[in-house]
């Protein structure tokens, strides 16, 4: 009886399975589940991929476009500087000395704006006014031989000018003079340490 009940109980097993215990041992979970991660992982790296290589290869055409754009706007504005620099220089020695007082004078004015103050400015309403008084007093120094050998082609206004030429040094020494008379006469009490300040500022600006 006992071998006919084990004959009976294998052949109720579905085809294809063996009767031998499942094995259940820890090491062997721990290996199928980390072979399960790794191609869990595999396969995510791998779409991943995919959508990486797929937005790549899709350039869209507005960037070219704006690439394009730009390209042209800088070298059209390129040969515009290089014409307008070539007009200039034919043109002579004063438009020469116009050019460098007008790059002066756009630099002096980014300088001066990086220590402004305008919460503090409002309170000394004369410390934009001296900034532009001392620079024309600079610009006036460092150009005035120079602006009389150029007005030498104009008799007339060389005539009206005279007098500033034969005095240049003179008179940039008495109006620094008047300038600086002008700013000890608006230092004003609380304020005096920012005043000094924009007075060393501005000086610095115009030794640039």
Known sequence: MGKVSKKSSNSSLPAGTSSSPVDKS?????????????????SGDKTKQEEFDSGDSIVPAEDSKKKWR????????????IAGFATVIALGPLSIMLMVLCLQVLIYREVISLSSVPKKERDLPWSRAMNVYFLICLEYYLYGHNAHRALKRHPWLEAHLQF????????????YLIGFVWFVSTLRKGSYRFQMGQFAWTHMALGL
């Open 26 to 42: 820890p090491s062997k979970l721990r290996n199928r589940n980390k072979s399960n991660n790794n191609n869990n992982n595999n």
């Open 70 to 81: 730009n390209w042209r706007q800088r070298t059209t504005f390129t040969f515009v500087m």
């Open 164 to 175: 500033v030429f034969a005095h240049h040094t003179f008179i940039s020494f008495s109006v």
